[in-house]
């Protein structure tokens, strides 16, 4: 959200939070071995983490606790500190760790007029490979499940973000099939209303958008043997707006490629003022490594749109449907530079449809056969207007 004052630093607590859910098990029965292998894999990461203090007792539940009290985290320069951090009933497991549970108590951090508040984070079935062993996602860490229950951003006292009942599962690969992956958030709130620019406020308030709320949804699963990455949904809801899905298929993202794609991102890292040249030639030749399968973009309608149309007849004096017309006689237009005629036809046919009766719009492109990246990326450099064919784009509405 722009024009609020967030600063980077808030990006922290969230950032952790991800990290955590991207951090590894632990054991109880050597503590310090324990805590120096979660030290070197955090860095690994990224991550530096460090802690003034360790406390070991029950839970309520009786379950035993490792405390870490004063965690300083460090991501990319920019430090915040946690004042408590539960790693709940860690056992070892294979030579290295399982934990539990990763427990973060509810946290907020001010800077000047701008917050941000944590409610409690809970990672489930963290795992930490023995030091010198890979584990089979490419040192990307494993855990079962994640959860949030609320989030929220202030500024100058008002929640501008926020955020409920956040949750992701990750169902572990067994007998040769995929790992699949579920995470949705319940409900969010945003105010565009509070943005500083006035031209932003008086446009969310025209529209009916000062206040928004909304929820989201993602499904997919991953393949390690094979490298077939699939995201089957990625749904944001804006209530009394519409939603907007992206879907996706890949190929080539096995074990090794994130291994070599953690390694080339942190060698970047650990220069970020040097020749950067080597590194990018690297990320290149990793990008060739993947193929395009298919991917899918929906947007379904849920007033949105006559209130644009709406809006912007009334910011020009004259009425909704004349701005649709505007609209549908520029698409041939834009659609010149592409070079396809057949795509271009597509294009208006869809948006004039749409525009009429506003049900849903979709963009999907579905090869025949998966396309190597360095074809694509070949094909966008010489001749772009055969991308469309390449990638067999269709342009779709109100089906």
């Known amino acids: 959200m722009t024009g609020t004052g967030i600063t980077t630093r808030f990006a922290l607590p969230a950032a952790f939070a991800a990290l955590l859910a991207y951090t590894a098990p632990a054991v109880a029965l050597d503590t310090d071995a324990f805590l120096d292998r979660l030290q070197a894999v955090m860095a690994?990461?990224?991550?530096?983490?460090?802690?003034?203090?360790?406390?070991?007792?029950?839970?309520?539940?009786?379950?035993?606790v490792i405390g870490l009290i004063d965690v300083n985290v460090e991501v990319n320069g920019e430090g915040t500190t946690l004042p408590l951090v539960e790693l709940i009933d860690v056992t070892e497991q294979g030579g290295g760790w399982r934990v539990g549970t990763l427990l973060v108590p509810e946290f907020s951090n001010q800077d000047g007029d701008s917050a941000v508040y944590l409610s409690e984070i809970a990672v489930?079935?963290?795992?930490?490979?023995?030091?010198?062993?890979e584990n089979a996602y490419g040192g990307a860490l494993f855990y079962e499940a994640a959860r949030l229950a609320e989030m929220a951003v202030t500024v100058k006292?008002?929640?501008?973000?926020?955020?409920?009942?956040?949750?992701?599962?990750?169902?572990?690969?067994?007998?040769g099939?995929?790992?699949?992956?579920?995470g949705a958030a319940e409900a969010f709130t945003a105010k565009?209303?509070?943005a500083d620019d006035p031209k932003t406020r008086a446009t969310a308030a025209a529209l009916g958008y000062s206040d928004i709320s909304g929820s989201f949804a993602i499904d997919g699963d991953w393949d390690p043997a094979s490298g077939l990455l699939r995201l089957t949904r990625y749904d944001i809801t804006v209530d009394d707006a519409g939603t907007i899905g992206i879907s996706l298929e890949i190929g080539g993202y096995t074990p090794d490629f994130i291994k070599s794609l953690r390694e080339t991102q942190a060698a970047m890292l650990a220069n970020p003022n040097g020749d950067q040249s080597a590194s990018g030639m690297a990320m290149l030749g990793l990008m060739q490594q993947l193929?395009?399968?298919?991917?899918?973009?929906?947007?379904?309608?849920?007033?949105?749109?006559?209130?644009?149309?709406?809006?912007?007849?009334?910011q020009q004096g004259g009425r909704a449907r004349d701005v649709a017309n505007q609209a549908k006689a520029m698409v041939p237009f834009m659609m010149m530079q592409i070079g396809d005629q057949q795509l271009t036809a597509q294009a208006t046919t869809a948006v004039s449809a749409f525009l009429d009766n506003p049900d849903n719009l979709v963009v999907s492109a579905a090869p025949p056969a998966p396309v190597p990246f360095a074809l694509l990326m070949a094909g966008a450099m010489s001749a772009p207007q055969t991308?469309?064919?390449?990638?067999?784009?269709?342009i779709t509405a109100n089906e």
Do not use: C
């Open 177 to 182: 099939e995929p790992m699949v992956f579920t």
């Open 291 to 314: 193929s395009f399968h298919s991917a899918r973009i929906h947007f379904d309608d849920d007033t949105l749109t006559n209130k644009v149309l709406e809006f912007a007849a009334q």
């Open 44 to 64: 690994e990461q990224g991550t530096n983490v460090g802690w003034a203090e360790i406390d070991q007792y029950e839970n309520d539940d009786g379950d035993p």
């Open 387 to 394: 991308l469309p064919q390449t990638l067999g784009v269709t």
């Open 124 to 133: 489930d079935g963290m795992l930490l490979e023995p030091e010198g062993q």
């Open 192 to 194: 565009p209303g509070a």
């Open 157 to 175: 006292g008002v929640d501008v973000f926020t955020m409920t009942d956040m949750a992701i599962e990750v169902d572990l690969p067994e007998g």
